[in-house]
């Protein structure tokens, strides 16, 4: 199985209660929605919540706490639009529901670094020009902060040829593990540069 | 201000800003999250409520009864709008099925209704309550099976009409080589990040609509003919764009039904379409049937060109102009294109990145590859052998500029392209059979009306106004630099504001027009900021110099402050062009050239190495026009290999309608990748001597791609895209 099979089989999961006869067939919901109480910290502020139970860790970010940094593209875990860091792993937050991430540490976007003081992934995204509209970028960005920090964990990926040695820092490694975050604008040669920057000094 | 005399020499030609590698200037917001898109707009109007939208789940037919009862008493619910609810609406002259269904339903996932309600859980909760009784109707689903009841596109524009020139049957009658061959290309989806998505307020009769669009006048109008108001009423905002790649040139779904939701709710509204709404509800990129004819002599003269195509549209739609490239590419006495157009009912067919040259060159440039290996020449030989300085259906009228001819030698000699083996399969690299590929890219420069405002404020600083758009173009950072040339000031003295319809019209972003026209717009506009300065200073504009924060005049040197000591000075004015553009063909060019190796066992295409050498006038900002072109070859990549929207011919709509089922390439797919621009200006475009480079990235990839597999392999698929499947049982013996 491929990351695409594995993707596309993800998507077929997620849309099944849709597809089998349509909207129809969807259960009823009955009275008010139920609602929780989460609270987490985002960027090292905390912040306490009571939500609607069905709402997305993305749409707490986005429409409770008004960062919209990160960013909305298909809402099925398909684009990586909506990288966030949790408890210092990568995860689409359009994949996870706000409430199942009590005292969670979040970082977004908005908590690498601001536009008088850019996070050096920030910086060299802009130096290399790794965007284009600008959209899947928070999410590319996130997700090669993290990704990053895996490869130094020492964590294989399908492109990793020996497993009994450290991963090395590679273009192929760092296509194959950013290849969750699409970015139809077609930045990719420029942001592998950026990463691969960053990675340098880093190391 | 009227071009309509070759450009001369000009301020721009100082070259001190604009022609830099600048860093975008909203690169900084971009990448800290804090570039505000359509939905998120929350602090614009308050009390903003939640859309969600239902699409219908036939492509063709009525609904019989579409019950809202249950969805408007559902939790939070605060209105349900379908056709009945929303009372009498037009259509925009710009879209060819209407955006709010019923109950005739034209295409699958037309919108049939919008729910309101507080929060977009209840929405989406409520929107599943609602029930739709359809009377399913048979439609035409299947291009091949229409192509037979094809008919010739209906209006008066020449560029729908056959062409024929010379006398094409007998000269491929009597050619000594040749080749006809068929080849299909399917259909396709912008697939663009954002999803089309809108913030609407009412404020008694006017209407507000922060959103997401290429093209901010035109979807005033469109909105104000739909809804049946006056233009004047609507306001259209739309700073930032998720990507657009033609997806959204046209009003669609989202602004409408946000602002009927917003209307019956009396409450704001934001909606995005849900992304498995999008590629059945919006446009698409047309599948065509393409036949190509080429007749030459055998020391390789094209005598004869012809190529037809075949796409379908919903009634009262266009075709896809997959032949236009044919009648200016290559030279040849004797001509024909033509196009046919199905009525079909499948979701509306438009506009996608190079409409026209991105199929159309997947084709033509196959063909080319094809008749050189029939010719025993090599691709790039003969290519050349057929250039052409003039119009080849109109000789006495010659291109602009044209350098095709250096962008494939320039390009071969980087590429390493005399290592390409002439025979096809006998590069062996361990598992992967090796080839190369290459394709000429050709796309029509076309230059637009456009306008701007320019202020010298108080403070020193420059603004800028436009209701121009930037998709991901770099258009921020190329009218910012504009203005800086123009003033003599530093980009850092420039403040932009784009994507409003408050301000000056422009040309919008689309047809790969928009970067030369748009900063034309913003060079009229400064024209009249300077004389409106030097009027002030006392010194004549003509003789004036803006440079370093100064004008100089003679031996005078004036600090620009001094010319806003009392008030700020505005300058206003609209590029409208001459006939340059018939006197003159204007176009775009390049050479694609592709690495690929195959995977000897499995027919796994990878792309090993991607360049693009473009003659394309004067680069504005070559680190932004070099992303242009990058993406369009990911794109054209993607074309080639991957894309396609699986047609249901039974039920009549996309299948893969998502992110995951409709493929689109990732950063493992994509090489490094070079981008060449010849240096050059070309003063018949316009004063800023540049023209379009945004689609020409993508014209003619697909086709390297698949011709550098051709030369891995030996195996030609002449049906779009090239994957494995088409490829397994031809491969050569792995052992």
């Known amino acids: 199985m491929n990351r695409r099979d594995l993707m596309a089989a993800a998507g077929a999961c997620a849309a099944l209660p849709l597809t089998q006869g349509g909207a129809r067939s969807q259960p009823a919901p009955a009275g008010k929605p139920v609602k929780a109480e989460v609270s987490f910290t985002v960027n090292g502020r905390k912040h306490a919540l009571d939500v609607d139970t069905r709402t997305t860790l993305l749409d707490a970010l986005r429409e409770h706490l008004h ?39 979040i970082t977004t976007i908005e908590g690498l670094g601001t536009v008088e003081n850019l996070h050096p992934m920030q910086a060299a995204f802009v130096k290399h020009d790794g965007f284009q509209c600008g959209y899947c970028t928070p999410g590319q960005i996130c997700s090669s902060v993290a990704m990053l920090d895996e490869i130094e964990a020492g964590i294989p990926s399908h492109v990793t040829s020996d497993l009994t040695v450290s991963v090395t820092l590679s273009e192929s490694e760092i296509r194959e593990r950013m290849s969750g975050n699409i970015c139809r604008c077609g930045a990719y040669s420029n942001i592998v540069e950026a990463i691969t920057e960053v990675a340098r000094t880093r190391a | 201000m009227k071009f309509d005399t070759p450009a001369t020499t000009n301020p721009i030609d100082a070259m001190k800003v604009v022609g830099q590698p600048r860093d975008r200037l909203d690169g900084p917001l971009k990448v800290t999250g804090g570039a505000r898109y359509a939905y998120e707009q929350h602090d614009v109007a308050a009390n903003q409520a939640y859309g969600y939208v239902l699409g219908a789940g036939i492509a063709k037919g009525t609904i019989r009864q579409l019950d809202i009862e249950a969805a408007r008493n559902a939790p939070g619910v605060l209105a349900v709008v379908t056709a009945r609810e929303a009372g009498k609406l037009d259509k925009g002259k710009r879209n060819t099925a209407r955006l709010l269904a019923g109950p005739e339903i034209q295409h699958y996932h037309q919108a049939i209704a919008v729910v309101v309600a507080e929060t977009f859980e209840q929405a989406r909760a409520a929107a599943s309550l609602i029930r739709v009784d359809y009377a399913e109707e048979p439609g035409t689903f ?17 560029s729908l009409k056959d062409s024929r020139i010379g006398d094409f049957p007998g000269a491929f009658a009597s050619a000594p080589v040749k080749l006809d061959e068929t080849y299909t290309t399917p259909d396709e989806s912008h697939a663009m990040m954002e999803p089309h998505a809108t913030v609407a307020a009412w404020e008694g009769e006017k209407l507000t609509v922060w959103t997401s669009n290429q093209m901010v006048a035109w979807t005033v109008v469109d909105m104000a003919k739909t809804l049946g108001i006056p233009k004047e009423n609507i306001r259209v905002v739309s700073p930032f764009i998720g990507g657009g790649f033609g997806g959204k040139l046209f009003l669609r779904a989202d602004v409408l039904l946000a602002a009927l939701g917003a209307r019956a709710a009396r409450r704001p509204v934001k909606l995005a379409l849900q992304r498995p709404l999008i590629m059945n509800n919006t446009t698409h990129r047309p599948a065509t049937i393409q036949r190509v004819r080429i007749g030459a002599t055998r020391d390789g003269k094209i005598t004869a060109i012809g190529h037809e195509s075949w796409s379908g549209d919903q009634k009262g739609g266009g075709p896809e102009l997959a032949v236009s490239q044919t009648r200016l590419l290559y030279a040849g006495a004797n001509r024909m294109t033509a196009m046919r157009l199905a009525a079909m009912d499948l979701p509306e067919g438009n506009a996608m990145r190079a409409p026209g040259e991105a199929p159309g060159l997947m084709v033509l440039e196959m063909a080319m590859d094809e008749m050189a290996e029939k010719l025993g020449m090599d691709p790039i030989a003969f290519r050349l052998l057929n250039d052409t300085q003039v119009d080849p259906e109109k000789p006495k009228r010659p291109f602009s500029m044209r350098r095709l001819d250096e962008c494939f030698k320039v390009g071969a000699e980087r590429f390493g392209w005399s290592r390409r083996s002439p025979r096809p399969g006998q590069n062996r690299d361990g598992k992967w059979l090796v080839g190369l590929g290459v394709a000429a890219a050709f796309r029509n420069n076309l230059v637009m009306k456009s306008g701007a405002r320019v202020r010298l404020g108080s403070d020193g600083i420059l603004t800028v106004e436009t209701d121009m758009t930037d998709i991901g173009t770099g258009s921020y950072t190329i009218i910012g630099q504009t203005a800086a040339e123009m003033l003599g000031v530093e980009l850092d003295k420039v403040v932009v504001k784009l994507g409003d319809s408050s301000f000056p019209a422009s040309a919008g972003s689309g047809g790969q027009w928009g970067g030369n026209s748009s900063t034309a717009g913003v060079y009229a506009a400064c024209v009249k900021l300077r004389e409106a300065i030097a009027q002030k200073l006392g010194i004549n504009s003509s003789e004036a110099v803006f440079a370093g924060g100064e004008v100089r005049s003679g031996n005078r040197s004036i600090p620009l402050s001094k010319a806003i000591e009392q008030a700020p000075l505005i300058g206003e004015d609209t590029i409208e062009y001459g006939d340059l553009d018939e006197t003159h063909q204007q176009s775009t060019f390049g050479a694609h050239f592709v690495e690929v190796a195959v995977d000897a066992a499995t027919a796994e295409t990878r792309i090993r190495r991607m360049l693009a050498v473009c003659s394309a006038g004067r680069i504005l900002n070559p680190k932004t026009a070099r992303s242009q072109v990058i993406g369009a070859m990911t794109m054209g990549a ?3 290999l991957m894309e396609e929207l699986a047609v249901d011919t039974r039920r009549g709509f996309f299948v893969n309608h998502d992110l995951a089922g409709y493929e689109v390439p990732v950063h493992a797919d994509i090489p490094h990748q070079e981008v060449v621009f010849l240096e050059e200006t070309d003063p018949m475009s316009s004063p800023m001597k540049a023209k379009g480079v945004g689609e020409l990235g993508i014209c003619g990839v697909g086709a390297a791609v698949a011709n550098a597999i051709y030369n891995a392999t030996g195996i030609r698929v002449r049906d779009y895209p090239v994957t494995l499947d088409k490829m397994l049982d031809r491969m050569p013996d792995a052992a």
């Open chain 1, 67 to 105: 960062m919209t940094g990160t960013k909305k593209g298909c809402d099925h875990g398909q684009c990586g639009a909506c990288t966030v860091i949790v408890d210092g792993q990568r995860i689409n937050s359009c994949l996870s529901l706000a409430v199942m991430h009590p005292d969670a540490e």
């Open chain 2, 638 to 640: 993607g074309a080639a």
């Open chain 2, 142 to 158: 299947d291009l091949e099976a229409a192509r037979s009841k094809a008919s010739e596109p209906e209006g008066d524009d020449p």
